[in-house]
């Protein structure tokens, strides 16, 4: 191993676990953390991956898709799946922590490390390679700033604006129709229609329903392009008829007419196992999209792969500007990992600081970096901010619908996410063998 010394900047989750799985191959690591001494408007400690909002890591289920992505994790020798596990309190099927045992844990292990140093200050520039940045949701406005020099500021975000997504399977095609807006563009969409009467029932309980208050440090801004469903509805009973409900163009094949309004569902991925609702970014607390959503005609058992949400979150078009080794296209030998790939969540952070932590190893030992199969949970995260359509690129959690198909066709939805999570631990077990620890 080379003397070179890797920089991670950003002790967060993604940065954290980057760290050490760099440390555990006998890497020397400088970490920038610029806190305690200039906090966040979230943060709180100066210990290193401070849980800021929820302390709970999701389902332990590997049925779910936090749960297969716990797993792989865990077998990869995770520092955050090794603290999760030593400060786990009681919370049924998830995972929730002590945040205090869970973030002082990690930052003991770390900092009992002779081949690491930690710098307590905030890093303005991107630092020379090989370096990896991993500032999370709240990236500094001066470090914003120097990768809108690199990347253009219209390519890099500050604010979520994501409409649920539901499973392919689970929607009741008896109800819809395909159909694109005047006939263009082919049978693009799939449209949920909806008559009067079920569209005021619709407008009543979304007007109704309990939304998620916006964190103290998240503006209350509303943008025209990016409106909650829920703002948009209390504007007048009409408006979603006039935005993204509006029946115009699209003819019902079983009445020959325009519905009352109309839901329209894009299809999220090459293997067209999901589905987006267009248009419908909320705030809506996740049981309320549940109930509220599943009024839709053809959603009434919806199976909800991603909620919808909106908040602060500092991102990047990651397929523009990532390769498949979380480098930066632009600036080689800078790497980037955590939230600011355009993946959400706790334990998805830290998946991708494991990622571009191999990655970043690969490249000193002048081996070329292979990908972890797309059947994994990691290689569908890694391959969704890398190789999705650049045009409305938006961040995603971990979720069953990132993941190729099964070739046979299951209908039991149990027996189907079982098969599918076996298929990707046996996928990541082969990997892992093969590719990391050979």
Same mark, same amino acid.
């Given at each position: ?98 945040? %205090? $045992?869970?973030? +002082?844990?990690?930052? @003991?292990? #770390?900092?009992?490390? =002779? ?94 329903a309990d939304t998620v208050t916006p964190r103290d440090f998240e503006e ?9 469903? %829920? $703002?948009?509805? +209390?504007?007048?009973? @009409?408006? #979603?008829?006039?935005? =993204? ?37 909320t705030r809506l607390r996740w049981p309320e999209q549940k109930r509220v ?80 199969? =797309? ?64």
């Amino acid at each position: 191993m080379s003397e070179t010394v890797v920089t991670v900047v950003g002790g967060g989750l993604a940065g954290s676990e980057a760290t050490w799985q760099l440390l555990n191959r006998g890497v020397r690591v400088r970490l920038f953390e610029m806190r305690p001494h200039r906090l966040t408007p979230a943060h709180r400690t100066g210990y290193l991956a401070e849980l800021v909002c929820s302390n709970s890591l999701r389902s332990k289920e590997i049925t779910t898709g936090a749960g297969l992505l716990k797993a792989e994790l865990h077998m990869a020798g995770s520092i955050v799946m090794e603290a999760a596990l030593r400060a786990e309190v009681p919370a049924g099927s998830a995972l929730a922590v002590d945040r %205090e $045992v869970f973030s +002082r844990y990690i930052t @003991d292990k #770390l900092q009992g490390n =002779p081949n690491l140093e930690i710098i307590r200050e905030e890093v303005k520039e991107i630092p020379p390679p090989p370096c990896i940045i991993a500032t999370g949701p709240l990236t500094s406005d001066a470090l914003s700033e120097a990768l809108k020099g690199v990347l253009g500021s219209e390519h890099l975000y500050f604010y979520d604006a994501i409409a649920p997504v539901v499973d392919a399977d689970s929607i009741d095609y008896s109800k819809v129709f395909r159909a694109s807006r005047y006939g263009k563009g082919g049978d693009d969409y799939l449209n949920c229609p909806l008559n009067k009467e079920e569209y005021d029932r619709f407008y009543q309980a979304l007007i109704e329903a309990d939304t998620v208050t916006p964190r103290d440090f998240e503006e209350e801004r509303v943008f025209e392009g990016c409106m909650p469903i %829920e $703002v948009m509805a +209390r504007r007048g009973k @009409d408006t #979603l008829r006039f935005g =993204p409900m509006k029946p115009v163009g699209l003819i019902d094949p079983r009445t020959g007419k325009e519905p009352y309004a109309v839901v329209q569902l894009r299809v999220e991925n090459k293997e067209a196992t999901a589905y987006n609702l267009v248009g419908f970014q909320t705030r809506l607390r996740w049981p309320e999209q549940k109930r509220v959503f599943r009024l839709i005609p053809g959603l009434e058992r919806a199976e909800f792969l991603r909620y919808g949400s909106m908040h602060r979150n500092t991102f990047i078009n990651g397929p523009r500007f990532l390769n498949r080794d979380l480098s930066l296209k632009p600036l080689d030998g800078v790497y980037l990992a955590g939230q600011i790939t355009g993946v959400e969540g706790y334990i998805e952070s830290t998946a991708m600081g494991l990622v571009a932590a191999l990655s970043v190893y690969m490249r000193l030992m002048g081996k070329e970096f292979i990908p972890p199969p =797309p059947e994994t949970a990691h290689g569908a995260l890694l391959r969704y901010v890398t190789e999705s359509p650049e045009r409305g690129f938006q961040p995603s959690n971990i979720n069953f619908g990132l993941l190729p198909p099964l070739r046979e066709r299951i209908k039991d939805k149990r027996r189907k996410k079982e098969a599918l999570a076996r298929r990707a631990l046996e996928a990541w077990q082969r990997y892992l063998q093969e590719f990391v620890y050979s």
